[in-house]
């Protein structure tokens, strides 16, 4: 596993065989993933091979098997403890969010430099900006998801950069560059929809 | 503008400007953007002058005029009503989102197939998802975000398609392929989180 785009596709098996499981498959093989994600059979059986995943193309794949190895590659036995900073209704939708644990997820506490938002007491507290570089320290805290507002989102990205977050996920309209200090995924929504209304509009014009 | 890669290029360039006029910036050169962007000059040059926009190397080129040029190729003169399909937590959060308006972009709608979650006297009304088909085709939507549990993905976005939806930014965690009815743009926000995970736990075991 060295690059963006196996961990890429790790995680594009890993998503295709728990939704494979939901309607009952035991097995899977390697035609049907790699018709299902357009990449070639044989990259999937060298991707398996690679993990050390056994089975071959006449009996497939255990699905439940390959699962626990991919897992096991993503560091999933232990549960990774997750910051949301920023708590308007996008961070706080996000803090609630009941996808994350059973992908061993934990949003551990929320973040707002309005003292207003401040809630200690819940099961997710929401704290002031100000307690974020110690509480980051003294949880081991690595990831965050950004969702404050655009004007401070450079200073928020070098604060959690500064105190020792490694990937930020940056839900801000702002694309930042990774540096060797932190790994950033942008995830731009009005991006994503401008880029649907532009092959939509495109089509209905052709 | 014949591909998604000149698209996304021209979102981006967008992005940056409207930042950078946020600075104060009037003119912009090409080899700021290809620096910021990480691409080159000389495509720079060739995306504005594919676009119409004049200017030169010396000069700089007229942040106000590329913008303009960009809404038009984008389709934005004209405002673009999206629908929210499912209206959990994160559905509400993007009924709500502040950025799109802006934009152009304006939510007319949420729809949930929960009764108790109808409330159609709103600014933005939730309607019951029986409501949809008529509802797209009377108000002639394009455009649909969708939020809804992952198991009922597959179904709405069947009934979004067969309504006459062309393009549907997907926040189920089913990654689905666009198809020649509808056109899908998937956000995972949870493969973007393990994809972070897996960077920074590498990183700290290197």
């Known amino acids: 596993m060295t690059n963006k785009g196996q961990i890429l596709r790790l995680l594009n098996y890993k998503n295709l065989l728990k939704h494979l499981q939901t ?10 993933i790699s018709d299902t994600l357009e990449i070639s059979s ?15 193309r006449k009996g497939g794949y255990d699905i439940d098997s390959i699962l626990a ?11 990774q403890k997750v910051i ?11 803090m609630n969010y009941q996808g994350f644990i059973k992908e061993g997820i934990q949003i551990v506490a929320g973040f707002d ?27 081991n805290i690595k990831i965050a998801i950004m969702c404050v507002p655009q004007l401070v989102a450079k200073h928020t990205l070098d604060m959690l950069a500064n105190s020792g977050v490694g990937g930020v996920l940056n839900f801000t309209p702002i694309k930042f560059q990774s540096s060797n ?10 991006h994503e929809l401008e880029n649907l209304i532009y092959i939509v509009n495109k089509q209905k014009t052709t």
């Open 23 to 32: 309607l009952g498959f035991k097995k899977v093989f390697s035609d049907n």
């Open 42 to 56: 044989s990259l999937v059986r060298k991707d398996f091979g690679n993990f050390g995943i056994t089975g071959n």
């Open 69 to 79: 190895k991919i897992d096991e590659i993503l560091g999933k036995d232990e549960i």
């Open 84 to 94: 949301v900073v920023g708590t308007g209704r996008i961070g706080q939708a996000l």
């Open 113 to 139: 430099n309005d003292f207003s938002k401040v809630s200690e007491g819940e099961d997710i507290p929401i704290l002031h900006l100000d307690k974020l570089p110690e509480f980051v320290k003294e949880k």
């Open 181 to 190: 200090e932190v790994t950033v995924n942008n995830i731009n929504i009005v």
